[in-house]
């Protein structure tokens, strides 16, 4: 009998785990709900450690999110739905279909072209995913805002309904803060709420013009809050201070020193 391959090996182990008389309670009383967001968790980890430059790491996270994929799949099949063989068939499937330049006879001028057929393909499957060719119609609920909106803006802009350039965006933006002050004037919650969505967005969008990911530009933007905020407590605590007790001056004197040491 042929040794099992790494990828047999796992799904061996999910069906002992999910089995339910002998195996992991935690595991068998499992749904795709209640896995969904472990699923989220282990991709940010995945980007974590490839931000990290941590080729180790990255190893086992990417372990990691593919048990996700089997545990997913493997509830699918006890279903009676799919299996993991068929998961692998359909992206299969999807990639070849994508690419007709690469497994057909297909020839593109030039990217622009590649990415107008790219976007008319992926058009056709909403179509038939969700019997709609609205253009929003697939973009998922569940991504984080700032990346959600950014696909928006993204799926809008291919027919034209886009600002043509950053600076448009800027002056929408300065557009926006005036809105939000005026909000935060009247102290309307739900109008400040609504205005201050309205900002967020608009930043997300400058974000996309600039050919950045503001996710992961706010994700950085985290990191250097933190970073800079350790500073100010590891000097206070050399200083045997409690920050507690230091003003916002002290405080922000040693932001700035955290800020020129970087």
């Known amino acids: 009998m042929p040794e099992a391959t790494p990828l047999q090996r796992l799904r061996g182990i999910m069906e002992r785990l999910r089995d339910p008389e002998t195996g992991c309670p935690w595991d068998v009383e499992q749904r795709f709900e209640t896995i969904a967001p472990y699923t989220i968790e282990e991709a940010y980890e995945v980007d974590d450690a490839i931000r990290r430059g941590d080729m180790a790491d990255l190893k086992s996270e990417l ?24 998961v692998a068939d359909a992206i299969s499937d999807k990639m070849i279909r994508r690419h007709p330049h ?8 030039d990217s622009a072209e590649q990415t107008e057929s ?21 973009v998922p609920l569940a991504l984080p805002g700032l990346k ?17 350039d950053a600076e448009r965006v800027l002056a ?28 967020l967005f ?11 990911d503001s996710e992961a530009a706010l994700r950085r933007a985290n990191a250097k809050f933190e970073r800079r905020f350790r500073y100010i407590e590891d000097s206070l605590r050399t200083q045997q201070r409690d920050i507690r007790e230091t003003s916002l001056d002290d405080m922000e ?10």
């Open 63 to 86: 372990g990691d999110l593919l048990l996700q994929v089997v545990f997913h799949a493997r509830m699918a099949e006890e279903a009676g739905l799919f299996d993991l063989d068929d």
């Open 102 to 109: 690469v497994f057909g006879d297909h020839h593109y001028r």
């Open 118 to 138: 790219w976007e008319e393909l992926k058009a056709q499957e909403r179509k038939q995913k969700t019997g709609s060719d609205g253009l929003l119609d697939d």
């Open 148 to 164: 959600r909106a950014q696909k928006l803006q993204k799926r809008a802009g291919t027919v034209g309904f886009d600002w043509p």
């Open 172 to 199: 929408k933006l300065d557009e926006e803060i005036a809105e939000v002050r005026d909000a935060l004037a009247a102290g309307d919650a739900d109008e400040i709420e609504d205005e201050i969505g309205d900002l």
């Open 202 to 212: 608009v930043c997300a969008n400058l974000a996309r013009k600039a050919k950045v």
């Open 253 to 262: 004197a040693l932001w700035v020193e955290a800020k020129l040491r970087e």
